[in-house]
């Protein structure tokens, strides 16, 4: 069984900085290509960013220019580095683990719990 463990949400004041760690076990770390997605509240989970095996990274629009995700592959872990965070970023953000192409949409095998990130105007 693969688990997913997110970590270092909180509580930021617009334009902080925050990085968001997703500890996996139970698996070869390097099988899968890992994503993160956020959910507000009466929203769909969306997209934020994805990285592949070889560390082919992805973003979305919104995010792009100010999130950095990376994997380190010794410690069986992926990060979302968040900087000039906005209001509109507040959201559970959740990392999911697949097995394939790194998508767009939330078709992924495994998932985290969640990390609440809220940005304050």
């Known amino acids: 069984q693969v688990q997913l463990v997110e970590s270092g949400g909180g509580l930021v004041q617009a334009g902080g900085s925050l990085r968001l760690s997703c500890a996996v076990s139970g698996r070869t770390f390097t099988t899968y290509v890992m994503g993160w997605f956020r959910q507000a509240p009466g929203k769909e989970r969306e997209f934020v960013a994805g990285i592949s095996r070889s560390g082919v990274r992805y973003y979305a629009d919104s995010v792009k220019g100010r999130f950095t995700i990376s994997r380190d592959n010794a410690k069986n872990t992926v990060y979302l580095q968040m900087n000039s965070l906005k209001p509109e970023d507040t959201a559970v953000y959740y990392c999911?683990?697949?097995?394939?192409?790194?998508?767009?949409?939330?078709?992924?095998?495994?998932w985290g719990q969640g990390t609440q990130v809220t940005v304050s105007s």
């Open positions: 999911g683990a697949r097995i394939g192409l790194v998508v767009t949409t939330p078709e992924y095998d495994y």
